[in-house]
């Protein structure tokens, strides 16, 4: 599978409701291969984007209730909320109730995948610091 291949693999787990270490994984693999920055923040961005949206599949999945005024701030935001899915374990409850709320796919696959690829962003940034620590 090589590690490329890993790497998808540990971030596409790492967002469903599976306990994951993507963030480890990226860094491991960006300390070891620095100049494959681009293809390991895709690659990440592109295996945790695909779990979130299996996540979203499985919020559809909830049977629909009535909606709590928790999640009103939800829906006055709507799927550019999404932006926030970089969010550990808040993120994962975001796609949970994206799916839930049955809000259309073309309105959160852009959101989604905006907020993934900030995640590995930020710890690629932090790149340099890693080996000073």
């Known amino acids: 599978m090589g590690w490329l291949g890993g790497l998808?693999?540990?971030?596409?787990?790492?967002?469903?409701?599976?306990?994951?270490n993507s963030e480890v994984a990226l860094a491991a693999y960006l300390i070891k291969w620095p100049q494959q920055l681009w293809p390991a923040l895709l690659v990440a961005t592109a295996g945790n984007s695909l779990g979130g949206l299996v996540t979203v599949w499985l919020g559809r999945r909830i049977p629909p209730a009535e909606t709590p005024r928790k999640v009103a701030l939800l829906q006055r935001w709507g799927p550019v909320i999404l932006l926030a899915t970089w969010l550990p374990v808040v993120g994962d409850a975001l796609c949970i109730a994206a799916g839930w709320l049955r809000w259309p796919w073309r309105?959160?696959?852009?959101?989604?995948?905006?907020?993934?690829?900030?995640?590995?962003a930020v710890i690629a940034a932090l790149g340099p610091y890693w080996h000073s620590a």
């Open 8 to 20: 998808f693999a540990s971030a596409f787990l790492s967002a469903t409701l599976l306990p994951g």
């Open 107 to 120: 309105r959160i696959w852009l959101w989604l995948v905006l907020g993934k690829f900030s995640r590995y």
